[in-house]
């Protein structure tokens, strides 16, 4: 194959790629809207069962939520969570990020790991690019299990807008802690002199709830490791 010939393939390539690139990054969501010819009361059992119907998710009553504001607060609960469990430990994460934060967390881990607690992290593969297996190697090394959502594949560049946007720590079943922080330096400590850090909010949920964020987490967790986690819900039971 002589040079011109090659260089019109590749330029073909690029080209084609491009576009996926393109249309998996920019392509318009699905629209939809939802009519209805009876208002419903928001304390209504039939608003409830249309709320369910569009988030995908049950109502629960029985719950206990604590709120957490700025990384110092629920850094602290949570890294105090997951030093006192004792059957198992699922995170999921869109940015679980190399630093002094994640140094924190990994060690923690890696503790409950040596101890026989299941430990189980998924982070996104694009919101936690920069995070390399060998830095979470002393987490695997001890038994833990990193898996990673929607790696970055040629074969997946269709789906490479698919990602995880939840920040889910579970502790044995019984503690959740969802919201809107992942785990990195800048929600903790200003990234630059004179700039903030991020501010953002998490909450600690114990009760019903918290078997429905196992099933959410489980489900991710099947899709990239291909296997359920053990430790699903607040009874024990094997998956």
């Not at 969570?81 to 869109?94: F, G, L, N, P």
């Not at 998924?122 to 987490?139: E, I, M």
């Amino acid at each position: 194959m002589d040079s011109n010939a090659f260089l019109v393939i590749a330029v073909i390539a690029i080209v084609v790629q491009s576009f996926m690139l393109f249309l998996a990054l920019f392509e318009p969501g699905l629209a939809y809207k939802i009519t209805t010819t009876t208002p419903a009361g928001i304390d209504s059992e039939e608003f409830e069962r249309v709320l369910e119907a569009v988030t995908d998710a049950r109502v629960t009553r029985r719950n206990r939520v604590e709120v957490f504001t700025n990384g110092e607060n629920y850094y602290a609960a949570e890294l105090e969570a997951i030093r006192a469990a004792s059957e198992s430990v699922h995170i999921e994460a869109y940015i679980f990020q190399k630093g002094r934060v994640a140094r924190e967390f990994v060690e923690s881990l890696t503790e409950r790991a040596r101890a026989g607690v299941e430990v189980r992290l998924l982070a996104d593969a694009l919101g936690s690019f920069a995070t390399w297996d060998s830095y979470l190697k002393p987490l695997t090394d001890a038994g833990g299990r990193v898996a990673w959502y929607n790696g970055l594949r040629w074969y997946t560049l269709a789906r490479i807008n698919n990602r995880t946007h939840r920040e889910l720590f579970l502790i044995d079943g019984r503690i959740g802690f969802t919201g809107g922080a992942g785990v990195a330096d800048h929600w903790r400590y200003p990234p630059k002199k004179g700039k903030p850090r991020w501010r953002d909010t998490m909450f600690r949920v114990e009760g019903e709830a918290v078997a429905h964020l196992q099933a959410t987490f489980a489900e991710n967790w099947l899709e990239a490791a291909a296997r359920a986690p053990r430790w699903c819900a607040p009874s024990g039971n094997a998956a």
